[in-house]
């Protein structure tokens, strides 16, 4: 006869008639005891959550400080840059920087408006002439203070044959022109307007030695040396730079010719437009 082996308690041995499975019993204490207790968590868990909360509070304090650096770092680079526009945009002095002592004593405030009186006696009743050109003739004159000037006179007589466009066009240029101020640019020292008679002048500094274009193609001029040229070439770049960089708005040449850049005493080149 085949023997009934007996169950091991996991697995039911004997199934019931109906086809249920009889499971084992488990005793009710022992169930009261796992419900009622409570699960321990480990130690090292509890440290290991403490430490990424930490490290989070860390991180986000790193995160805060990196930011208010940058907002320094960009307050300190941008500050300089407004704080140069401003003086930029100011009225800008011919004399402040790049003009003689004489000059300076010339002129007190802004660019003057001088009076024809003035300047006829300056210019020699307008006979000591540069050069003369289709649209304008250029008088050499001395101020009363010593002061050496060139004086720009437009070749119209006539109140009449002074256009609007004319008119717009000379007080444009007195403003674009008073705005620079260095000392390797020709700068305007004044202007003068008068109806009865009519008169349009500009009053520039005055440069002895002649253009860079009579130095370099005329012998009768002293030839550059190379030392010479090196410094001509360095102060026109250091104008450009001034004048299309630092000036705000800019003041753009349209053409840099050597027939409108000057020699001073000590041979400085000056641009003038």
């Known amino acids: 006869a085949d023997v009934l082996s007996l169950g091991t308690g996991s697995f039911p041995a004997f199934p019931k008639s109906d086809g249920q499975i009889l499971m084992p019993s488990v005793p009710e204490s022992v169930e009261n005891v796992d419900a009622a ?3 321990q ?3 090292a868990v ?5 430490k990424e909360s ?10 805060v400080l990196i930011f208010l650096a940058a907002i320094l770092l960009i307050s300190l680079i941008i500050a300089p840059i407004l704080v140069c526009r401003k003086r930029g945009d100011g009225s800008i002095a011919p004399w402040k920087a790049g003009l003689s002592g004489q000059l300076r004593k010339a002129f007190v405030t802004g660019v003057p408006q001088l009076n024809r009186l003035e300047l006829e006696a300056a210019c020699e009743d307008f ?3 540069l050069n003369a050109l289709p649209f304008c003739t250029v008088f050499k004159g001395t101020l009363s203070s010593g002061v050496e000037i060139c004086v720009v006179s437009t070749s119209i007589s006539s109140v009449k044959e002074w256009s609007k466009s004319s008119e717009t066009f000379f007080r444009k240029k007195i403003d674009t022109v008073s705005r620079v101020n260095h000392k390797n640019f020709v700068n305007l020292l004044g202007y003068c307007i008068e109806n009865k008679p009519f008169m349009r002048m500009m009053v520039y500094e005055y440069a002895p030695n002649g253009t860079l274009s009579e130095h370099l193609h005329l012998k009768v001029f002293e030839d550059l040396d190379w030392a010479a040229r090196m410094r001509i070439i360095m102060g026109l770049a250091y104008c450009l730079q001034y004048m299309h960089h630092e000036l705000n708005p ?3 040449i349209n053409d840099i010719r050597s027939d409108a850049i000057f020699m001073t005493d000590d041979y400085a080149a000056k641009v003038s437009i």
């Open 37 to 39: 207790t409570p699960k």
């Open 41 to 43: 968590v480990p130690a």
């Open 46 to 50: 509890t440290q290991s959550d403490d």
């Open 54 to 63: 930490s490290g989070a509070k860390y991180g986000i304090w790193t995160y």
């Open 127 to 129: 006979s000591n002439i």
């Open 250 to 252: 800019p003041v753009a």
